[in-house]
């Protein structure tokens, strides 16, 4: 069974910097088109980056430009590095596939932003 492991949360001040990793346990699946994703406590789950197969990466509007999707094929890895954090992006971050799959959802990453 597929399922995607999330890691590199943590508390951080606000400014700081994280970097998460994302691999796929038992599957490639790693290569195909990848989404970071989030959720906030009392909130809907939302994605905030996805990285293409060949490499093409988009953002969401409140992400862009402080946060950076990339992936390692050799390491079979996903990252996501995270500058200039904010209050704001406390949450649990998952990966998943672009078109999310219910049945691949991990336990996700906590991150805490601290003001």
């Known amino acids: 069974q597929v399922q995607f492991v999330e890691s590199g949360g943590g508390l951080v001040q606000a400014g700081g910097s994280l970097r998460l990793s994302c691999v796929a346990s038992?599957?490639?699946?790693?290569?195909?088109?990848i989404g970071w994703y989030r959720q906030a406590p009392g909130k809907q789950r939302e994605r905030v980056a996805v990285?293409?197969?060949?490499?093409?990466?988009s953002y969401a509007d409140s992400v862009k430009g402080r946060f950076t999707i990339s992936r390692d094929n050799a390491k079979n890895t996903v990252y996501l590095q995270m500058n200039s954090l904010k209050p704001e992006d406390t949450a649990v971050y998952y990966c998943?596939?672009?078109?999310?799959?219910?049945?691949?959802w991990g336990q996700g990453t906590q991150v805490t932003v601290s003001s």
């Open positions: 990285i293409g197969r060949s490499g093409s990466t």
């Open positions: 038992g599957s490639t699946l790693i290569r195909d088109a």
């Open positions: 998943n596939t672009a078109v999310p799959q219910y049945d691949y």
